[in-house]
Nanobody, 123 residues
Framework: QVRLIESGGRLVQAGGSLRLSCAAS????????MGWFRQAPGKEREFVAT????????IYADSGKGRFTISRDSAKNTVHLQMNSLKPEDTAIYYC????????????????WGQGTQVTVSS
């Protein structure tokens, strides 16, 4: 079992920045793909970004390219999502996710979810 705990969500003004963190514990060796999804009110959960835990390679959704950066801290078993130039449409609950590979996460084949952290961007 893998436990994922997100943190860092809060209210921020448009144009501002936030860094979300996801601390993983448990049988983390079974999950080589980590990532972030988000769900806005009334919308489906959507992919944001994923990272290969071993190699550090990344994939981003078009919505975050050039603004969001996913990274990992292997020593702390933590994944970060740095979000810059935030827009009101980035408002959502952001979920940390883990899967067997980066491509599994990108494809929505998620083995473990975090509980979510709220990001609100005011205009």
């Amino acid at each position: 079992q893998v436990r994922l705990i997100e943190s860092g969500g809060r209210l921020v003004q448009a144009g501002g920045s936030l860094r979300l963190s996801c601390a993983a514990s448990g049988r983390t060796f079974s999950t080589n793909g980590m990532g972030w999804f988000r769900q806005a009110p009334g919308k489906e959960r959507e992919f944001v970004a994923t990272i290969n835990w071993s190699a550090g390679t990344t994939i981003y959704a078009d919505s975050g390219k050039g603004r969001f950066t996913i990274s990992r801290d292997s020593a702390k078993n933590t994944v970060h999502l740095q979000m810059n130039s935030l827009k009101p449409e980035d408002t959502a609950i952001y979920y940390c996710a883990a899967g067997s590979s980066m491509f599994a996460v990108r494809g929505g084949r998620i083995d473990y979810w975090g509980q979510g952290t709220q990001v609100t961007v005011s205009s």
